[in-house]
């Protein structure tokens, strides 16, 4: 088992894209966290003229790019089974190690600690975004998140990841790996939502991408008559729900890689 971790981990980090996309990850989240972390005014008087303190979206500037992270994981993610059916490395593969479940387990493993690594710079680069606009820590006024944020965020892209790896085994393409999450939740699974709303509500509390992309709402949001709380499944049972399809679909994968001719 340690040789196949060994191998997998080798082949995923000396991938060109591999690299280059940790470069991106980092680079784009120093952008994004000082972008987000622009502090503002949110109270003016009768004349139009703010009052009170500057806010700064401390928190945002990390789970903005953490969901950003996570599509940019799901590339590498997606590679690390779709590209060996590709190119017919596959067959090396299980000549080196002809124990299926192994070499499946071993993936899955390199897999999330990939994800895992994206997560972290991605964090990282926040981290730094901030500083750059002088906030290394929360400012004073600032809404203390959900219990556990950031380590949320780290699961999401690790749950993101593994759906877009069990999506690229399962059809064999990377490319419907990195495509079905993304047009999933932005597109159909939105469509879903608006035509089913009234006939079927429960199932659109459980859409597996668009449930994912609220692991960091909050269970209460503020509305004219005071705090409101959202019925849809948001924080950690958000990611509970969106758990549950990885683990149907790496199910899936697993019947597919242990049955089918490579």
Known sequence: MIAALRYEWVRVSTIRSTKILLVLVLIGTVVLGWLVADPRYVTYDEAGNPVGPLVVSWWDAFGIPLTITAVLASVIAAQAIGQEYRFGLIRLTLTAFPRRPRILAAKVAVVALACVTFALVSILGSWFGLVLRGFPTP?????????????????????????AFALAGITRQTGLGIAVPIVSGLIVEALLG?????????????????????????????????PMLIDLPVGWAALGVFAVWVVALLALEVVSFLRRDA
Do not use: C, M, N, Y
């Not at 400012?139 to 759906?163: I, M, N, R, T, Y």
């Not at 608006?194 to 503020?222: Q, Y």
């Open 139 to 163: 400012p004073d006024q600032v809404d203390a998140p959900q219990e556990l944020f950031l380590l949320k965020g780290v699961v999401f892209v690790v749950l993101w990841g593994l759906s």
């Open 194 to 226: 608006a035509i089913l709303a009234d006939r079927a509500g429960w199932l659109v509390e459980i859409l597996p991408w668009s449930t994912a992309s609220r692991w960091s709402t909050s269970a209460t949001v503020e509305g004219f008559d005071g």
